[in-house]
């Protein structure tokens, strides 16, 4: 059996929803459908189960909470060359909580859902472009607490919508079975409608930019039923910023949330089909280490093994797997984090009609 040529990145749009790949990222969406032809209709899950503890912290478990995801795409062939692409997603979050000396009651809660719609064209037989615009509705909930004077600082960011877009191109060469696609999605920016407790009650605004990035899918045929695969993933972390006003007295800074250095992801994987039914797969992927950790990322890079399989009957395709991460070590706020790691089932269905 020949491997279908979007094979690789319909691989990696199952796994995208694994834990922690980037900081806030959680899932992206899944461009590939494009490629296909036909109508396409794609469900996917992820259940990621973390396991992030530290001394003096280790007593009360992770302190990142486990978390699921979804994500709905369809897809549309308008004619020849024009496609229609429709997606859901959530593509940020986090999940927060610290207890134990030192940190207790510092916690984060940020959850983000993405609607976008996409059009490919097909410029000739090796080029086509896509891009469209994305909505982003995100809403936050943060405590820290503040040592002097002694109070628990809270925000309370009620949910905003944000707008963006994304641009790109793919290049396939059709007789090498080989495809390398450039897709680059611009920042969002938020402007919550916030309270603030900082000893007193203030309401304002809270300005929130998240990031843009820029990643690189690419793959080749070795042979009729394996396939190589892999992908570079840059992410302007450096100019993500929550900035609220009130916290802005008490810290002297105005940043709640701020991050020094971007983000940067590879991986590697190969595709192996079995028979016309059944084909296995496995991704070795890397968080490059930038030496940045905070109460929000208490981490410092990360390494992951994926292993799946895709099974096709029909006008179904199912893909199931899990994704092992290995987090690197870092020390936040006096407490050193170690040896911690995260199991993320994950679950995808697609039909074609």
Known sequence: MKLKITTSAAILGAV???????????????????????NVVQFSYTAPNLNLSAAPFGST????NDFTTVGLAFKTDINDDLALGVFFNQPFGADNGYEGPGAAGLAIDFQSNELAAVLSYQMNQN????????VVESELNLSIPIPSPSFLYTLDAKSDRGFGYLLGASYVVPERGARVTLTYQSSVKHNFESTEFVGATIDGNTEAELPQSLKLDGEIALNSSTLLFGSVKWSDYSNFDVAAPGYAGIAGQV???????????VSVGLGRSI???????GILEAQLTDGEANELRPYDGSRALTLGARYTSGQYEITAGAQYRQFGDATVSGATFSGNDAVSPFLQIAYSF
């Open 127 to 134: 080029l086509s472009l896509h891009g469209g615009v994305r």
């Open 61 to 64: 478990g992770s302190v990142l």
């Open 275 to 281: 028979n016309d039914e059944w084909s296995g797969f």
């Open 255 to 265: 940043s709640v949330i701020d991050y020094n250095e971007d983000n940067i992801n």
């Open 16 to 38: 995208a929803t694994t834990a922690s790949a980037g900081s806030l990222e959680r899932n992206n969406m899944p461009i590939e459908l494009l490629f296909d032809s036909g």
